[in-house]
């Protein structure tokens, strides 16, 4: 398979691809072959295989930070063990500004948002936030976790304000670049959360409860 993979990689099929190109970029398995193993392993990230995102993205993290967390937010999407805390370690190596961009390309062609007129119970308020917050289950995005939570600290759960202050402290502790990036939009997520408990009618529905 590894002789083919060098060879003939087009008559590989697509898990004998990830295989190689998990072991090719690790060195377990096969001695490392960065190039050849990010090769293998791109076109299947590409079109949406979890595993071989949070290989690559492993593989690109000191070279490559911004395409290796594009890569993370792909394998968290996909539920991957490991993709959140890679997208940790890289955060520690972008500014607020490239995070947030990076978080939002990949929402604005997959969303999980509803009407504003809808009315959300507050679990699955609860679980948008937390899912989008940790990157798990959901793109990561802290301004979508932020408004799921804010919605859910207005309905009075603890959770959910707990997520919406630790949204809030992160921002604070990464220092006054990162605080002057979040400010615009922390202000228009708060606008459109408000929009959405007043459009949806959170009040009477939660009082219906």
Not at 69 to 96: C, F, H, K, P, V
Not at 133 to 139: D, E, I, Q, R, Y
Not at 173 to 185: E, F, L, M, N, S
């Amino acid at each position: 398979m590894l002789k083919a993979a060098m060879t003939a990689p087009a008559s590989l099929s697509d898990q004998d691809k990830l295989r190689v190109g998990k072991a090719l970029v690790s060195g377990e398995g096969a001695p490392r072959a960065l190039t050849k193993g990010q090769a293998l392993l791109k076109p299947l990230a590409d079109a949406g295989n979890g595993e071989a995102a949070l290989a690559l993205s492993a593989s690109l993290r000191s070279v490559d930070p911004e395409a290796a967390y594009r890569l993370a937010l792909n394998a968290g999407a996909n539920s991957m063990a490991g993709a959140s805390g890679i997208m940790d370690r890289l955060e520690l190596d972008l500014t607020t500004r490239i995070i947030l961009t990076l978080q939002a390309r990949p929402l604005s062609t997959t969303s999980t948002m509803p009407s504003p007129q809808d009315f959300v119970p507050l679990t699955q308020v609860r679980a948008y936030a937390l899912a989008h917050l940790s990157g798990n289950g959901a793109v990561r995005s802290y301004v979508r976790a932020y408004y799921w939570s804010l919605l859910g600290k207005a309905a009075g759960d603890q959770a959910a304000a707990s997520m919406a202050g630790e949204i809030e402290a992160r921002m604070r502790h990464r220092g006054p670049d990162a605080a002057a990036a979040w400010k615009a939009v922390a202000e228009k997520t708060r606008t459109e959360a408000l929009k959405h408990w007043l459009a949806a009618d959170y009040p009477t529905k939660l009082a219906r409860q």
